[in-house]
């Protein structure tokens, strides 16, 4: 009798009791590059040029923000930040910002079309936050781009150049990689716009 009168007490004491909820899930921080950086007014209209998209590997066509640790492993095995990604993939973030870049000095068209004097293809290769000790990271992108002449016999090349840029991360986290690679887009879009801006234009 006792004995059952303990198990009830205990049994009230506990059904009394607020189990306490578990925490909502946090939801990853989302980053993007920002608005794009000031451009000065084209002077001159360039030649009309096709472009598509950037084409990625599945490693880089991701939402999820990677980085490396060269000190640790060689830099060979990619890390996604847990509460961390792109808002876009990089792929996508980097293609809307050469789009945006180029359309700023020539017209841009859809591939296919037939009215585009030159055609361009982008490959991104790497772009990603390298750390090379626990506190000192920098964003690094490489962008591969080859310009043809979509109208000329035999679909001519134009050109094919790789390019690199580089930033320091101000902080060693995932807002500061986000940065560096930011800063590291804007300057490679400027390179590549000036590299095809040089290109000889072939004649019709």
């Known amino acids: 009798m006792r004995a059952s009168a303990v198990f009830f007490a205990a049994l009230a004491l506990l059904s009394g009791c607020a ?3 578990p925490d909502k899930p946090v939801r990853p ?3 993007d590059l920002g608005p794009p950086a000031a451009t000065p007014a084209a002077t001159a209209r360039g030649a009309p040029l096709a472009f598509d998209r950037v084409e990625a590997p599945a490693a880089i066509d991701t939402s999820a923000l990677i980085y490396r640790l060269l000190y640790a492993d ?6 996604p930040y847990a ?3 792109w808002s876009m993939s990089p792929p996508q ?5 050469l789009r945006e870049a ?3 000095t020539r017209p841009v068209l859809e591939p296919g079309t037939g009215l585009a004097t030159l055609e361009l293809r982008a490959d991104l290769e790497e772009f990603d936050q390298v750390f090379s000790a626990p506190a000192t990271s920098e964003g690094v992108l490489r962008l591969r781009v080859t310009v043809f002449a979509p109208l000329a016999k035999a679909n001519r090349l134009l050109g094919q150049r790789s390019f690199e840029q580089r930033r320091p991360a101000p902080t060693a986290d995932a807002a500061g990689g986000a940065q560096a690679l930011r800063e590291a887009t804007d300057a490679l879009v400027r390179e590549v716009v ?3 801006g040089a290109l000889p234009v072939p004649q019709s």
Do not use: T
């Open 19 to 21: 189990l306490p909820l």
């Open 29 to 31: 921080a989302a980053y």
């Open 74 to 79: 060689g830099a060979q095995q990619p890390r």
């Open 83 to 85: 509460q961390a990604r």
């Open 93 to 97: 973030l980097l293609g809307q910002r």
């Open 102 to 104: 180029l359309a700023a």
């Open 194 to 196: 000036d590299w095809v």
